[in-house]
Nanobody, 121 residues
Framework: QVQLVESGGGLVQSGGSLRLSCQAS????????MRWFRQAPGKERELVAS???????NYADSVKGRFTISRDNAKNMVYLQMNSLKPEDTAVYYC???????????????WGQGTQVTVSS
């Protein structure tokens, strides 16, 4: 079983910063791409940022230049540094990971439970 646990959400004023963390634990070989999604009330879940096991990162246009995704493979963690936060960034943020269960593959996707980010104006 694989678990993803997010932390770091909270209430912040517009222009402030937060750093989200996601810890992967359980029985698996390694992690492929890791992503952050968010879902605001009444809206669909959207991709915010992604980081492959190797290669360049990608961001939604709405967060480019403000958010930075990074990972620590030794600790099985992914982070989302969020700067210059805006009220429209308010949402539940979810961690998503492509996990290789075995050395030969057996890739599955897992979701965290989400962490609330609220940006006040």
């Amino acid at each position: 079983q694989v678990q993803l646990v997010e932390s770091g959400g909270g209430l912040v004023q517009s222009g402030g910063s937060l750093r989200l963390s996601c810890q992967a634990s359980g029985s698996f070989f390694n992690l492929n791409a890791m992503r952050w999604f968010r879902q605001a009330p009444g809206k669909e879940r959207e991709l915010v940022a992604s980081i492959p096991s190797g290669g360049s990162t990608n961001y939604a246009d709405s967060v480019k230049g403000r958010f930075t995704i990074s990972r620590d493979n030794a600790k099985n963690m992914v982070y989302l540094q969020m700067n210059s936060l805006k009220p429209e960034d308010t949402a539940v943020y979810y961690c998503n990971a492509e996990v290789n269960i075995f050395s030969w593959g057996g890739t599955r996707r897992y979701w965290g439970q989400g962490t609330q980010v609220t940006v006040s104006s």
